[in-house]
């Protein structure tokens, strides 16, 4: 496949993760073009370069006025789940605050029930809706938790559902364990019991099936606090799981300072971050997955420091934490946008952080996420005719196609 007359090949090649002035410098190449062959991508230059790979088996695809960069990636998402919480926007309007709406019966408990409830086909064909609405705005990869299980038997039919969309679904998904996601009702008076549950039988049998690359945790007040999670997370780190922990959402909980001392892939949220866990997640390169669009949702008023984190250092990657309660959109798009409006980052910063340094987030970095010789062709062609026009033109869908190994999945916004 050629990819040629580009207007603004946006490659966001060279170091990674990209860092501080780094994170500024997307690699963009005027009337670029892009070579691939089976799923990889053999050549990207400028000009009539590709004119040596013309035969007469090539798909040729004329991008001229549009904008190219590689497949998003969103490293953070909830998105296997049952149901909706609709009903909840009237109380969020009425300032009911997330902790009180979870304690009430609602928030992650409610769609515990859901997904509880389920078959394991239902589950699947909800998820697979919200894979093709991700897939039709430019993510080719994500990062899917469980979390709406809290019990032995739906966690792992969570995971399985992940493994089966994994090798079913043109996106790539990444799973994370999330078991200590909330305390599950049945544990209410027994918060040891649940997380010996956690430690003695769902991690082993994740880590047996090989049904995880990563564990995380809610460090949060009235979730779980810091010694709790660095038990949890430590115990999946031995069973050879990879860290990240759900960090800082509404209150500083000492999470941001956890990630830095168990040297986590990611931090994420970090609304509440204080300057002493930023600090320890640049000393110890741990990636901070910030979440704008659920600052937005959830009415917080402030969303996380992402200019003091990219001062500092931290490698900062951006997610849509797709999920029923806090953050329902599957669109990247949308994430772009309240990353300039709510976190002040900059449009190449914006693409930086939702393709090389969201690989990074993920331990991906060597096969995807910037548009280089011999990673895979996972490619985004925009209705943009450059990078700030993508951004400044927001709410609405400026995918013409997605490319992903190397195959066209979508045209004009749908998939094929």
Known sequence: MIIKNIANLVTCAGICPKIKNELKNASIIKNGYIVTKNEIIIEVGSGNGYNKYLSVDEIVIDAEGKTVTPGLIDSHTHVVYAGSREFELPLKLKNMKYIDILNAGGGILNTVENTREASIKDLESQTKKRLDLMLSHGTTTIESKSGYGLDFETEIKMLRVNKSLNETHPIDIISTYLG?????????????????????????????????TFIDCFCENGVFNATEARKILSTGKKAGLKIKIHADEIESAGAAELAGELKATSAEHLVAATDTGIDAMADNKVCAVLLPTTSFYLMLNTFARARRMIERGVPVALATDCNPGTSPTESLQSTMTFACFGLKMLPEE?????????????????????????????IVIFNAKNLNYLLYHFGVNSVDKVIKNGDIVVVNGKTI
């Not at 008076?189 to 049998?205: A, D, Q, S, T």
């Open 180 to 212: 200590a996601h909330a305390v599950p009702k049945e544990y209410k008076e027994n918060r040891n019991g649940y997380i010996n549950l956690i430690i003695e039988k769902v991690i082993p049998y994740i880590t047996e099936h090989n049904l995880a």
């Open 350 to 378: 914006i693409i930086n952080a939702m393709t090389i340094n969201a690989a990074y987030a993920i331990g991906k970095e060597k096969q995807i996420g910037s548009l280089e010789k011999g990673k895979k062709a996972d």
